[in-house]
C-alpha cells in the first residue's frame, strides 16, 4: 500500500453514497470538457471559500477519490483531472495545487492498476501533464520519480490499450528531454519497452500506432535513442513497419509514421540503414509521383525531405592544387547544396589522411616536402550522409634548397698548394641539383657542375690545414652546407734534398758543386736548380755543376732545388764554400724556395760520383 504524506481516512461509506460520488464525479468530467465551463469549476473552490472553513479544494477531493475501493469513482475522478490537464490553464492549474506531488505517485501507481478505464485515464493524466515542461520538470525531481517512470514503462507494456498507448506518448515526451532521456535508457526495462513500442507499431488501432511512431521519433533525435534503436533486435521490423505506415489510410498515421522515418535519418548510420532498405526508396518515390492517392501537403514534405535525406551526395570534381612554394600547395573545390538544408562538411584528404575538415571549399595545405609529388581526393559529408571521394588530383611542390651533400672526403695524394675532394649528391635534393659550391675556411672558392663530384681546390697555401665544405645548389638557391673536414696541403719540409756537396780543385776562382737524390723523394725529378747567393746558376738534370770566375777566398753560399713532375719545389738547406779553400760538406733540409733563374755563363756542368 502507497504511503500518503497527507491525511487520508477511508470511511465505509453506503451503496448509495458511492453512487452518488460517483454520478457527481462523472457530471463535474463532463461539465470540465468544456472549455468555458472547465474555467468557471476552477474559479469556483477559491472564490467560494470562507475563512476558517474546513471543506477541502477541489484537486484534494479529487485526489482523495483515486483512493477509492470503488473503481469507477477512481476512473471518474482520474478522468476529471485528465479533462482539467487537457489545456494549459488546466494543467498550470494542476501543477500549482499543494496536493499535486501527493497525487503524482498515486497516478504513477493507477496507471498499472488492474482495472483498465481508472489506469488508462491515469496514464492520461501523466501523459498530457508531459506537454508541460514544468510538469515534466516536477515529474522527474520528484522524490518517486523513478517509482512514477518505471510504473509508467510497466503501463506500455501492459495489456491494456488505452493506458500503454497514453503511457508510449507520456514516454515520447519525456525522451525529447535529455535528463530524462538518461533517466529512462538507463532503466532496465527500457528494452522491454522498445519491444512494446514495436508491437505497438503493429496494432490494428491508429491511436497506438500513431504514439509509438511519436515515442520512436522522440528517441531518434538523439545521438544515444538513435543508437540504441538501430541496435534493437527489432530496429528492422520497425523499419518495415513504418514504410508500411507511411502509406496507412489514416494520413495522421501516415504523417507519424513519415516523420519517426526521418528522425532515423538524423545520423548518418539511419541514412545508410535506411538507403539500404529493400521497399523505402521505390515507395517514397511512388508517393512523391502521385497517382491514385493524393497526399496532403504535411505528409508530402515529410516523404520529399526523407527522399532527399536518403539520397546520396554527388560526386564533387577532382579538387584544384596549386603550389605555394616547397612546403605548401593551395587546393580548391566545388561546392555543394544540400537539399536537406543539411550543414555540408567538406573532407580533403592528402593519401588517406584528412588534411582538412570543414565547411569551407578552400583550404591550405602546409608541412609537405619539397619538389615531392601529392595525391589528394576532396568529397562532401553531413550529419546524415558521406558522398564518394573525387577523382585523384596529383601536385608537385615547388623545388626548395638541397640538403647538405654526404661522404664527403680527401682523396688523391697530397700536393703542396691543392686539395682535391669528393662527395655524394645531398640524400634530400628537394628539386633538381644545378650545380655545387665548394667552401675553403667558410669562403667560397670554386664552382662545380652537376655532372662532377669531385673537385680540386687550387691555389692553396703548402704546410696548410684548411677545412672544406660543399653545398649543392638548385632554382630555389644554395642548400644546407655539409659538415666539414679538415684537409691539409703537402708539408715540403718532410721531402728536403741533401746539402750540396762543396769542393775546390784546380783554380782557386772555381767551386765544384754535387748533389745526390733526396732520401724520401716526392715524385719523378724533373729538374735540379743551383742557386748561388740566392741567384740560379744553372738549370738540369745533372747532378753537378763546376763555378767559376769566383772572388779568390770570397765564400759562397749554395743551395739545391729539386723540381718534381708534378712542380713541386723543394730547396735543401744552404752549404758555404770559399773560393781557393777547402770547406767542410754539411747536410740537412730548409724550406723550398720557386724563384728561378739561368746558370752562370762562365760555369759548366761536370760529372759526379754518387
Not at 247 to 275: H, I, N, P
Not at 294 to 313: H, N, P, Q, R
Not at 486 to 509: E, F, H, M, Q, V
Request: glycine share 6%; hydrophobic share 35%; proline share 6%.
Amino acid at each position: 500500500m502507497l504511503s500518503l504524506p497527507f491525511k487520508y481516512t477511508k470511511t465505509r461509506s453506503s451503496t448509495y453514497e458511492l453512487w452518488l460520488t460517483e454520478s457527481v464525479v462523472h457530471i463535474l468530467g463532463t461539465i470540465v470538457e468544456h472549455p468555458r465551463c472547465r474555467q468557471y469549476v476552477l474559479e469556483v473552490p477559491r472564490n467560494s471559500a470562507s475563512p476558517g472553513q474546513n471543506n477541502p479544494t477541489l484537486f484534494t477531493a479529487l485526489v482523495n477519490m483515486l483512493m477509492s475501493d470503488d473503481k469507477n469513482v477512481v476512473m471518474n475522478a482520474a478522468g476529471t483531472i485528465a479533462n482539467i490537464a487537457e489545456s494549459g490553464e488546466g494543467r498550470l492549474w494542476i501543477l500549482q495545487q499543494a496536493a499535486f506531488d501527493d497525487a503524482l505517485p498515486i497516478l504513477g501507481l493507477l496507471t498499472v492498476d488492474s482495472h483498465q478505464w481508472a489506469a488508462s485515464n491515469s496514464a492520461l493524466v501523466i501523459a498530457r501533464l508531459t506537454l508541460s515542461q514544468e510538469g515534466v520538470v516536477k515529474m522527474l525531481t520528484h522524490d518517486r520519480s523513478s517509482y512514477i517512470l518505471t510504473n509508467l514503462c510497466v503501463s506500455l507494456c501492459g495489456h491494456n490499450p488505452g493506458s500503454s498507448m497514453n503511457a508510449a506518448f507520456a514516454v515520447g515526451r519525456l525522451l525529447e528531454r535529455e535528463d530524462a532521456r538518461s533517466k529512462l535508457l538507463a532503466m532496465k526495462n527500457f528494452k522491454n519497452t522498445m519491444t512494446a513500442m514495436t508491437k505497438m507499431l503493429y496494432n490494428k488501432e491508429a491511436g497506438p500506432r500513431k504514439n509509438a511512431c511519436f515515442a520512436f521519433s522522440c528517441l531518434a533525435n538523439s545521438k544515444e535513442g538513435h543508437t540504441r534503436l538501430l541496435s534493437n533486435v527489432n530496429s528492422e521490423l520497425i523499419l518495415d513497419q513504418l514504410v508500411r505506415l507511411i502509406t496507412d489510410e489514416d494520413d495522421e498515421t501516415a504523417w507519424f509514421a513519415a516523420v519517426t522515418l526521418r528522425a532515423v535519418c538524423s545520423q548518418k548510420e539511419g541514412v545508410f540503414r535506411v538507403r539500404d532498405h529493400k521497399t523505402v526508396h521505390s515507395v517514397l518515390k511512388k508517393l512523391v509521383k502521385g497517382g491514385t492517392v493524393k497526399l496532403k501537403s504535411e505528409l508530402l514534405t515529410e516523404v520529399k525531405m526523407t527522399l532527399d535525406i536518403i539520397g546520396k551526395l554527388p560526386k564533387l570534381p577532382v579538387p584544384v592544387l596549386t603550389p605555394v612554394d616547397s612546403n605548401v600547395v593551395d587546393a580548391r573545390w566545388d561546392s555543394v547544396i544540400a537539399t536537406t538544408g543539411m550543414k555540408v562538411i567538406y573532407q580533403l584528404y592528402q593519401g588517406t589522411t584528412c588534411v582538412y575538415e570543414g565547411n569551407k571549399t578552400s583550404t591550405r595545405v602546409k608541412n609537405l616536402q619539397p619538389f615531392t609529388s601529392y595525391v589528394f581526393r576532396v568529397r562532401a559529408t553531413s550529419s546524415a550522409d558521406e558522398g564518394p571521394y573525387s577523382g585523384p588530383a596529383i601536385v608537385t611542390t615547388n623545388e626548395g634548397v638541397p640538403g647538405p651533400p654526404a661522404e664527403i672526403s680527401n682523396e688523391g695524394k697530397p700536393q703542396h698548394n691543392a686539395i682535391k675532394i669528393s662527395w655524394t649528391p645531398p640524400v634530400n635534393p628537394n628539386g633538381t641539383l644545378t650545380g655545387y659550391n665548394i667552401y675553403a675556411d667558410g669562403k667560397r672558392v670554386a664552382v662545380a657542375g652537376i655532372d662532377k663530384l669531385n673537385h680540386v681546390v687550387r691555389d692553396l697555401p703548402h704546410s696548410t690545414s684548411i677545412s672544406i665544405q660543399v653545398a649543392g645548389v638548385t632554382s630555389a638557391g644554395e642548400g644546407d652546407k655539409s659538415s666539414p673536414i679538415l684537409c691539409s696541403t703537402l708539408n715540403l719540409s718532410d721531402y728536403p734534398p741533401r746539402k750540396p756537396i762543396l769542393s775546390t780543385s784546380g783554380g782557386a776562382n772555381e767551386i765544384n758543386v754535387s748533389w745526390i737524390d733526396p732520401p724520401k723523394q716526392l715524385g719523378p725529378v724533373k729538374h735540379y736548380e743551383l742557386v748561388m747567393n740566392g741567384e740560379v746558376v744553372y738549370t738540369g738534370k745533372d747532378q753537378g755543376f763546376r763555378v767559376s770566375n769566383l772572388e779568390p777566398l770570397a765564400e759562397y753560399t749554395f743551395n739545391v732545388r729539386v723540381v718534381t713532375a708534378d712542380d713541386y719545389v723543394i730547396e735543401s738547406e744552404p752549404a758555404k764554400k770559399k773560393a781557393g779553400s777547402k770547406g767542410k760538406v754539411r747536410s740537412s733540409s730548409t724550406a723550398a724556395s720557386k724563384q728561378r733563374q739561368s746558370p752562370l755563363n762562365n760555369s759548366r756542368p761536370f760529372t759526379t760520383i754518387n
